[in-house]
């Protein structure tokens, strides 16, 4: 993830929360480093919340919020490939 004060990309921490506002902030920001002939179609925003819920990203309520929890990257990644067949 893009650390919100400018600081550069964060490490993948599996059982990390953050907001949904965080992580869409963080895939803007990473579908501007894609570099591919052709340019991939990117989620609407609107549509990131069960994108994420399908790649295995679990919701976690506060008092005050809905935090999203980051799954490992292999069970992100099996997520996806198992949605794409």
């Not at 902030?25 to 179609?41: C, D, F, G, L, M």
């Not at 309520?61 to 198992?82: G, M």
Request: aromatic share 8%.
């Amino acid at each position: 993830m893009k650390h919100p004060d400018g600081g550069g990309w964060q490490e993948w921490v599996e059982g990390e929360s953050h907001s949904f506002a965080a992580l869409a902030a963080a895939y803007v920001e990473w579908q501007k480093t894609i570099k591919s002939r052709v340019a991939p179609q990117p989620t609407p925003i609107g549509n990131l919340g069960e994108a994420l819920k399908n790649a295995g990203f679990e919701t976690k309520r506060t008092a005050s919020e809905r935090r999203n929890i980051l799954p490992s990257p292999d069970a992100v990644i099996a997520a996806i490939w198992k949605s794409e067949t």
